[in-house]
């Protein structure tokens, strides 16, 4: 709730990511909700809960559906897009998201679709 008005989602629900991502490392993540800036703004929020403004940038991704979109299967679209920013001489620009395109309330459902988006900047000229 946003004082006494609802607030007015954006886009889906995604999680950023701040460290790595495999079977033996955990990552410290921020759960995201896009809201329109424009409408409603959140009232009093709970501790360790902010609003924070992203600035627009450049994303290397790719999307993911069913069991793929389960850990750890996830994993291989993590390192496709890692690899693909490193082939391509882009940089890393900020935490990897998990875009929770369609989510069916259970990892590994056939209909779930995810979409793995890194920030990158281009790289500098010769």
Do not use: K
Request: hydrophobic share 45%; with cysteine; glycine share 8%.
């Amino acid at each position: 709730m946003a004082g006494r008005d609802l607030l007015t989602f954006t886009g889906p629900a995604f999680c950023r990511l701040h460290g790595p991502v495999t079977q033996e490392d955990a990552s410290p993540v921020e759960a995201c909700l896009p809201f329109a800036a424009a409408a409603a703004q959140p009232g009093d929020l709970p501790d360790g809960m902010v609003v924070l403004d992203l600035p627009g940038t450049l994303y290397a991704s790719t999307v993911v559906d069913g069991a793929a979109a389960a850990f750890p299967d996830i994993l291989a679209a993590y390192d496709a897009v890692a690899s693909w920013i490193t082939t391509h001489a882009f940089d890393f620009a900020g935490p990897v998201h998990e875009i929770y395109r369609r989510w069916c309330g259970e990892p590994g459902h056939p209909d779930n679709r995810l979409e793995i988006a890194w920030p990158i900047t281009e790289p500098d000229g010769p």
